[in-house]
């Protein structure tokens, strides 16, 4: 019975020993209750924080694509206006309608020269050439070039013969492996009748100086010019990709390129680059027109990206900015947030700790008496400072101390009295025994002196 209560007693002991004391588990849970909002609340305004910053930059990279589209589609329609307006100047009419034997070597040839040469210096850094056509695709006049070709399989001559309105061709390679752009319009006669076009040729790096006059000083910005095919016909940070697709063509898309003179005839992996999750989002670019992908080379981390359609042409742009610019706020907050939550912590837990010890220390005090006097001191008492509940408690722990201690006086005096009346009793048949044996010897003697002869 005895083994069996101490080993519930060190089983006791042993659990009291494992468990944390009540000090520590005061300062744990107010430490919880106090750090257990804060956390609640840091999250949600980190959350709050980056939803509004996406939502912004959403909203900010949507307008700069679709600033960047109107800048475009203005230059081009701009420009097709004016070829439009130009080809229906009276030198140009009288050109093309006077005989070509008429035409050479004549006033009307040179002034008709002179005139190209004029309209080609409004942007003499872009323009490449002015010409007129005749209806079969012969240069008959060109500003730059006294080597005369035939251009009826060029991209705008079939377009342009077709068509009331002026038109403007794809991106495509010279035969010095530069790149051009080609507005033309048709000329016509008094009578309307179709007689020749008039045809400009820019470089298509003026593609690249819209764009780039567009987002101005911004040095974070990336904004790409895509065509149908994704390929790059302007990049405002990585010129070198110009005229690279985003991936390698398929072998049908990439022989047409080839053959429209809109890539080299090289293969499709030298004029690629190898974003595919970017031409994934380009397809589906009309549902989703914002979101993140990796298009910056030697640049880890996606781009947050816009999309905006031209109107003028069947071309994109994807205006971007790296993710981490925009979320760089959501990190200065989460730092912030972290910061603050450890500064609360040590100041909540030295305030938890004097809270705990003004809690536990009289009971602490009251474990000690508690101890001394399980240790044979029914003299200690519990220091009663406060009239609060661990106050009552001491009162009453002292109460049934002093009846402890009331009892056990009165036991004492109760096994005194007994221990006495003990000896007593031990005393009297210690008397009566020697009475008896006297009896006993008395009585021998008696028997004995009855056979001794007289």
């Not at 949600?44 to 924080?49: E, G, P």
């Not at 130009?86 to 009307?108: C, H, K, M, N």
């Not at 005090?365 to 408690?393: C, F, H, P």
């Amino acid at each position: 019975m005895s083994q069996s209560r101490s080993k519930r007693i060190q089983n006791i002991s042993g659990k009291k020993n494992n468990n944390l004391s009540l000090q520590t588990r005061l300062v744990i849970f107010m430490l919880l209750i106090a750090l257990i909002p804060l956390v609640i609340i840091a999250v949600r305004d980190t959350i709050q924080t980056q939803q509004a910053l996406t939502k912004g930059a959403e909203i900010s990279l949507k307008a700069g694509a679709t600033q960047t589209a109107n800048s475009l589609d203005n230059f081009i329609q701009n420009t097709l206006s004016t070829v439009s307006s130009e080809a229906q100047l009276a030198d140009f009419i009288t050109y093309l309608t006077v005989s070509p034997t008429v035409r050479t070597g004549t006033v009307i040839q040179a002034r008709t020269l002179d005139l190209l040469e004029n309209l080609s210096k409004k942007d003499s850094t872009n323009i490449i050439s002015y010409a007129l056509v005749d209806t079969n695709g012969n240069v008959i006049l060109d500003n730059a070039s006294d080597i005369l070709r035939n251009e009826s399989t060029e991209p705008y001559f079939l377009p342009v013969q077709f068509s009331d309105n002026p038109v403007v061709s794809y991106v495509t390679y010279e035969e010095d492996k530069t790149t051009s752009i080609t507005f033309a319009s048709a000329v016509k006669n008094i009578n309307g009748g179709y007689i020749g076009v008039l045809r400009v040729k820019y470089r298509s790096a003026v593609l690249q100086d819209v764009i780039t006059k567009s987002i101005g000083p911004s040095t974070d910005t990336l904004v790409l010019l895509l065509d149908q095919l994704s390929i790059r016909l302007a990049d405002s940070q990585n010129p070198e990709l110009i005229q690279k697709s985003i991936v390698p063509l398929n072998p049908v898309d990439f022989s047409i390129a080839v053959n429209n003179h809109r890539l080299l005839n090289t293969s499709p992996e030298e004029q690629a680059t190898n974003y595919t999750d970017f031409e994934l989002a380009l397809d589906n670019a009309v549902n989703q027109p914002f979101f993140q992908a990796d298009i910056t080379p030697n640049i880890n981390g996606d781009d947050t990206i816009a999309v905006a359609f031209l109107q003028t042409q069947p071309w994109v742009i994807a205006y971007s900015r790296p993710t981490t610019i925009f979320l760089a706020d959501v990190q200065r907050q989460i730092r912030t947030n972290i910061i603050f939550v450890l500064g609360t912590s040590i100041v909540v837990a030295l305030i938890a700790a004097l809270i705990a010890n003004s809690l536990t220390n009289p009971i602490i005090a009251l474990s000690k008496v508690a101890n001394s006097i399980s240790q044979g001191d029914y003299n200690a008492r519990a220091n009663v400072k406060n009239t609060d509940e661990i106050g009552v408690l001491a009162l009453a722990f002292n109460s049934m101390t002093d009846q402890l201690q009331s009892i056990l006086v009165g036991l004492e005096q109760r096994i005194d009295e007994r221990t006495a009346d003990l000896k007593k009793s031990t005393l009297e048949l210690e008397t009566i025994a020697e009475v008896a044996r006297d009896i006993t010897i008395i009585r021998d003697l008696a028997r004995c002196s009855m056979y001794l002869p007289t």
